[in-house]
């Protein structure tokens, strides 16, 4: 079929399966926005900023497990992407970007409104292209998805400009996609497979340590399985929650800096590390040379770059998560394994139960943790997704709720985008209509993104926005407190400025303030039965710090806050250990 | 860690080299040569990468650049299984009555002399890093004014190869 390349573009988007565009248009992108003028079956979504149309776009992946299309203009278009492309590069979630560029005859030239995005990106994106070629275009949108929702997913960038927007081309979808450079391996190596069922079978104080992987490759089922079938303790970075149920009497919590202390300490004491999908990043490690320094480690990632990057790895697996856990556990129920690891699990709910989460209640202050144990207790019985901000409130929000479902759980991890989690539960509420949306927080975060209060009225998209109101870029603020003697240089917000309630209220949404404990289920019940979007101004206790908290560069197992306890080797209980080891 | 020479088979399409020396500057590797020109393939070019130092690891540099979308095949080559070749243009100083001596030490190496002007010479020389090595050290004594080079590329040796 003949059409231009514009109108190509969006019968590509159609035939990729895509349904929805976050996209905002200028100049040179107009030939691309009026042909999607005419679809019926995608959805085109008008945010507030660019930032906030990729933000949307990856909250969507999040919740579907599959792509949005997000398409810019030029220039600064093009730009106001940069961050949001970089979040979902960081976080490995699959994302298709199509800039518009100026026309071929004039890249190069510094004409107005050109940027060179494709050299820009080159680094934060999985792969990009230019498109000079406009009989191209169909084979490379193909591509693009195939590469941004394959192997480990990511984004992918396709910059088209003007006049291949503008050309007649023929328009064939192609049936498959050829790329000689890529292949990703997806089936793990048998014998590795089996050494790892090997020393699962043997282990006497197994831990499983399960990322974001097991949610991209849909892994969850597998794990809980071989988690049961073993009764191995499961870990859940940040990345991970919701890979596992969170209620499940198996779930630790999530390691490393901010991680509950009987995590970390498991992770100390561990003999087994099973790595599944994850990536030793430092902020669950802290000092490499002890982390997990008395296990073997099989670590399990679709990417081969990740295994021995940071720790060294006894038994690695290159596959998909989902198909290597798979294989395990069918080599387990071959040789008829047994768990041992009752003595094991003894120790870690002793430490479980001596080491709990810990804050001060309050009777007058509202506190924050309060709040998000709140919103946990609240949408227990109904659908929930949950986003966050980054700062305080996504820590704390990692602590504090209960993750049940795979896929309910949106927050920034590898860059830590403040102002993220607006836009992305904007973006998770599009893909799942029926669930109840929350973004807990930050008062500095929602300012970053906040324009976009006005997609979510015009594009009737209910999200609830619980402020964890505390007048402070409260984490910048606890880490002065700390490591730079109350020198809160920078750090200090306004906690009537701006007003949130009225801030909702310009934006048509239902508003709300609390002040006191005692109102707090009133507001929050009001604001998720409200058929709107609504957001919560929580005044919370101003200088609450984040505990237990790892000093940066430090040994988990040595944490600052929380219950006294000192490191795990002093905290072994004589008896149990004994038994543990035989 | 000792120096490698890595052999990347790659698309000859735009931007490809920019990603390539993009994720060596990103990850903090170092490069100490690069060469790359297409191949008996017009649709593939060959990049030779002579990277080293001990703070690159060298698995991470061939892993991640497996990653790029257009890299098809990389070879490790270690000095026993490769050819290797860099080419060097001196242009010596060679004031006339020196002239011969410096004439003398290019044919010793047998080198070509691709220019004579007033006051120089320019020789041309190819061979292994160490031949050019010690050419470079005897003509330093006469002043080398400029000096280029191509970088080294390298191919897998022939018994590396299957039945024919
Ligand atoms: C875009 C961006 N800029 C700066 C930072 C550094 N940073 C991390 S947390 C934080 C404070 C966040 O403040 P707020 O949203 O109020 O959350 P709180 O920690 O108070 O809960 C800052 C500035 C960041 N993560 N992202
Ligand atoms: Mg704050």
Redesign the pocket.
């Given at each position: 079929m003949r059409m231009i390349g514009g109108k190509a573009l969006v019968q590509a988007l159609e035939d990729a399966g895509v349904d929805v565009v976050f996209g905002y248009p200028g100049g040179v992108a107009l030939p691309i926005f009026d042909a999607l003028y005419d679809s019926t079956s995608v959805r085109s979504i008008l945010p507030r900023h660019e930032q906030g149309a990729t933000h949307m776009a990856d909250g969507y992946a999040r919740v579907m497990g599959r792509p949005a299309a997000v398409i810019v203009t030029s220039g600064p278009g093009a730009t106001n992407t940069v961050t949001g492309i970089a979040n979902a590069y960081m976080d490995s979630i699959p994302m298709v970007v199509f800039s518009a560029q100026v026309a071929t005859p004039v890249i190069g030239t510094d004409a107005f409104q050109e940027s060179d995005i494709t050299g820009i990106t080159v680094p934060i994106t999985k792969h990009n292209y230019l498109v000079k070629d406009p009989a191209e275009l169909p084979e490379v949108i193909a591509e693009a998805f195939h590469i941004a929702s394959t192997g480990r997913p990511g984004p992918v960038l396709v910059d088209v400009p003007a006049d291949v927007s503008k050309a007649e081309i023929t328009y064939k979808w192609p049936a498959a996609v050829n790329l000689p450079g890529y292949k990703p391996t997806y089936r793990g190596h048998a014998r590795q497979i089996k050494q790892a069922a090997q020393m699962i079978a043997k282990a006497r104080k197994p831990l499983l340590y399960a990322g974001g992987g097991v949610l991209a490759s849909g892994a969850w089922a597998e794990l809980k399985e071989l988690a049961e079938l073993m009764q191995i303790p499961v870990a859940a970075t940040l990345m991970g929650k919701g890979a596992f149920p969170e209620d499940h009497h198996l779930f630790l919590g999530m390691p490393g800096m901010h991680g509950p202390k009987f995590v970390n300490y498991a992770l100390t004491e561990t003999d087994l590390l099973i790595a599944v999908g994850v990536r030793f990043d430092d902020r669950v490690t802290g000092k490499l040379s002890s982390f997990a320094s008395r296990a073997k480690v099989i670590h399990i990632d679709i990417d081969p770059a990740e295994i021995g990057k940071n720790k060294p790895v006894d038994v690695p697996i290159v596959g998909d998560a989902k198909l290597v856990l798979a294989a395990i556990v069918s080599e387990l129920r071959k040789t008829a394994s047994e768990p041992r690891t009752e003595a094991w699990m003894r120790v870690v709910d002793d430490w479980r139960a001596r080491y709990p989460l810990h804050y001060q209640h309050s009777g007058d202050i509202v506190m924050p943790q309060f709040v998000v144990e709140r919103v946990r207790e609240l949408t227990k019985d109904r659908p929930t997704v949950i986003a966050t901000e980054v700062?305080q409130n996504q820590m704390w929000s990692c602590q504090y709720t209960r993750i049940r479902e795979p896929r309910t759980w949106v927050s920034s991890g590898g860059l830590g985008t403040m102002g993220f989690g607006l836009p992305a539960a904007i973006g998770a509420q599009v893909g799942r209509p029926e669930h109840l949306v929350v973004d807990i927080a930050?008062?500095?975060s929602i300012q970053m993104n906040s324009q976009e209060m006005a997609t979510a009225s015009i594009e009737k998209l209910p999200v609830k926005v619980v402020v964890?109101n505390?007048g402070?870029?409260?984490m910048v603020r606890q880490w002065q407190e700390l490591f730079y003697e109350h020198r809160y240089a920078s750090s200090v917000?306004a906690q009537d400025c701006p007003d949130f309630v009225k801030l909702g209220e310009a934006y048509g949404w239902h508003g709300e303030r609390v002040t006191c404990p005692d109102d707090l289920d009133g507001a929050l019940g009001r604001a998720f039965d409200h058929d709107g979007p609504a957001i919560v101004d929580c005044r919370v206790s101003g200088e609450e710090n984040v505990y237990p908290m790892v000093a940066p560069g430090g040994s988990i197992d040595e944490m600052l806050g929380g219950i006294p306890g000192g490191p795990v080797s002093e905290m072994l209980d004589g008896e149990l250990l004994t038994e543990v080891w035989e | 860690m000792a120096q490698h020479t890595l052999s990347v088979l790659v698309e000859n399409k735009p931007g490809v080299l920019t990603r390539v020396t993009s994720l060596f500057a990103r990850r903090g590797f170092n490069i100490d040569s690069l060469a790359v020109g297409v191949t008996e393939d017009p649709t593939l070019s060959r990049i030779t990468i002579v990277v080293g130092g001990d703070d690159t690891p060298i698995e991470q540099v061939t892993k991640q650049l497996h990653k790029l979308i257009n890299v098809i095949k990389i070879q490790d080559l270690d000095a026993g299984s490769m050819v290797d070749r860099e080419l060097v243009l001196f242009k010596v100083s060679a004031p006339p009555d020196r002239r011969h001596e410096i004439i003398e030490i290019a044919n010793v190496f047998r080198t070509k002399i691709v220019d004579v002007g007033k006051n120089s010479v320019t020789i041309e020389a190819t061979g292994a890093a160490d031949k050019l090595e010690a050419m470079e050290d005897l003509l330093r004594a006469y002043g080398i004014k400029e000096l280029a080079r191509t970088g080294k590329i390298a191919l897998s040796r022939g018994l590396r190869e299957g039945p024919a």
């Open positions: 700062g930050g008062d500095g964890l505390n402070f870029l409260g917000l | -």
